[in-house]
Nanobody, 127 residues
C-alpha cells in the first residue's frame, strides 16, 4: 500500500492556473502508474489524467487536453497536475490515485484500476 497526499488546491479565477501535487510514501513510487480524478458536487468521479511509471506515456480526458499537464518526479515520489486556462466547470475535488504494475507504459483511465487514493484537494474556479 502507498500513502498519497494531495496539495495545491484553492480558489482561482477563470483563466488562471494551479499546480496540484501528490506526494507518495510507503512503497517504491516508480512501480506505480498514477492517475488524477475529480468529483464535482452531485456528479460521479471522473478521470482527468494519467501517467505511466516512467512518465513517458500520458493520457487525458478530452475536456482538459491542451490545458492540463500531468508529470512526475520519481526521485521525489511526487506526481503533478499543472492546470492552466481554468474554467468554472473544472471546479471539483481532485484526487490522485496509484496502481502498482509491472508494465512500464500503461495509463489507466478506469478508477477501478487504482488501488490507493489520496484524500483529495478542492479546486474552485470562479467566473
Amino acid at each position: 500500500q502507498v500513502q498519497l497526499v494531495e496539495s495545491g488546491g484553492g480558489l482561482v479565477q477563470a483563466g488562471g492556473s494551479l499546480r496540484l501535487s501528490c506526494a507518495s510514501s510507503g512503497r517504491i513510487f516508480s512501480n506505480y502508474a498514477m492517475g488524477w480524478f475529480r468529483q464535482a458536487p452531485g456528479k460521479e468521479r471522473e478521470f482527468v489524467a494519467a501517467i505511466s511509471r516512467t512518465g513517458s506515456s500520458t493520457a487525458y480526458v478530452d475536456s482538459v487536453k491542451g490545458r492540463f499537464t500531468v508529470s512526475r518526479d520519481n526521485a521525489k515520489s511526487t506526481v503533478y497536475l499543472q492546470m492552466n486556462s481554468l474554467k468554472p466547470e473544472d471546479t471539483a475535488v481532485y484526487y490522485c490515485a496509484a496502481r502498482i504494475t509491472n508494465i512500464l507504459f500503461i495509463t489507466p483511465r478506469d478508477a477501478s484500476a487504482y488501488t490507493d487514493w489520496g484524500q483529495g484537494t478542492q479546486v474552485t474556479v470562479s467566473s
